[in-house]
Structures are given as C-alpha cells and as structure tokens.
C-alpha cells in the first residue's frame, strides 16, 4: 500500500462540479403512497410528488431503504432522521438537503452533489462517496467510518468532530475545511489536499500505510 502522506498534494486547483439531471427517466403519478417503504415507493414516484407538492414537500424520517434513487433531484428537501441505508443515490442533487440524523449507511453516493447539505450526526458509515461534490457540507460529529471518499471534493466542510476512521481519503480535497478534533485514526490517507484546512486536535496517530 503506498506510503500515507498528510502533504498537500501539488495538483491545479480543481472547481468542484455543478449538478444536473442524468435523464428523464421518470414516470408519471402514481399518487401518494400509503408508506414510504417497500415497493410501492420508487424514486419516480418521490420526483412527481416533489413537483407536485413543491416546497411543501418533506422526507423527514422516511423509510427508504435500498431505493434506486439515482439521478434524483432532492435538492433542499427535508431529509432528517430518514432512513437511506443502503440506497443507490448515484448522480442524485442533495444539495442544501437536511440530512441530519440520516441513515446512509452502506449508501451509494458517487457522484453524488451533496454541496452545502447538512449530515450533522449523520451515519455514513461504510458509504461510498466516490468523486461526490461535499463542498460547504456540514459534517459536524457524522459517523463517516469506513466510508470511501476517493477523489471526493470536501472543500470548506465544516467536519469538527467527524469519525473517519478506517475511511479511505484517496486524493481528496479537503482544503479550507474544519477538521477540528476530527479521528483519523487507521484511516487510508493518499496524496490530500488540506491547503487552508483547520487540524486542530485532530487525530491521525493511527494512519494506515
């Protein structure tokens, strides 16, 4: 495994990506459906009801576990305390979602646009977040152990306290961001980019090599 370096990697400065739909794939209205679990809730039926209801609409403490959500366009939708282990939020806009308290554990979010969300306490344990766009993401306390973040931008996010251990940070941009009392600890730690970023307390006594 090659050798763990905590150095700013000299790389050009990248511009984090801007999210747009993959397709449209989405069905019409199937209506509302009596539970949010199960297989009578799909990410075609979540899309309709968002235009439908507009800023009315909520997911907060939805049971949607191992969805196929990909591609879709929750951006700025209440996600609190929902359950998303294990679905497949491949592509998906969460930007300026409230995902506090969320389940996304075992989760699929490469790609995914998670920019300015809020996971304060959020559980993405073991996620795979692979090129997601974390920018400005409050990550205060989340549980991001064993989560890959390869090549994911967290440029100025807000990560006091956040559990990375046994994380895998592959070439990931973590400049400017907070970091503060962070554990590190038997995380994977390849080529970072931790320019401007706040390491105060954190801890890294337990690196990977």
């Known amino acids: 495994m090659p050798k763990t370096s905590l150095t700013t990697a000299p790389q050009p400065i990248v511009v984090a990506p801007q999210w747009a739909p993959v397709s449209d794939r ?28 507009g800023d ?5 403490g939805a049971n949607l576990e191992g969805l196929d ?11 609190s305390d929902a359950n998303l282990k294990g679905a497949d ?18 989760a699929t979010l490469t790609r995914a646009y998670l920019d300015g969300a809020d996971l304060c306490q959020a559980d993405l344990s ?7 766009n974390l ?6 306390q989340a ?42 600890s038997g995380a994977y730690l390849r080529q970072l980019k931790l320019s401007h970023s706040i390491q105060t307390g954190m801890d890294v006594h337990s690196l990977s090599h």
């Open 56 to 60: 009315d609409f909520s997911l907060r």
């Open 26 to 53: 989405l069905s019409s209205s199937q209506g509302l459906p009596q539970d949010w679990s199960g297989k009578d809730c799909s990410g075609s039926v979540i899309a309709d009801l968002r235009r439908q209801m």
């Open 143 to 184: 549980n991001l152990k064993g989560a890959g973040f390869q090549q994911a931008f967290l440029i100025k996010a807000y990560a006091v306290e956040a559990q990375f251990q046994n994380a895998i940070l592959d070439e990931t941009d973590l400049r400017w961001a907070n970091l503060s009392r962070a554990n590190f």
């Open 89 to 106: 939020l491949t592509d998906a806009n969460l930007r300026n979602a409230d995902l506090t308290r969320a389940q996304l554990s075992e």
């Open 135 to 140: 920018l400005g993401t409050m990550l205060y």
């Open 69 to 79: 959500l990909r591609g879709l366009d929750l951006g700025g939708v209440d996600l």
């Open 126 to 132: 073991n996620a795979l977040c692979q090129h997601a």
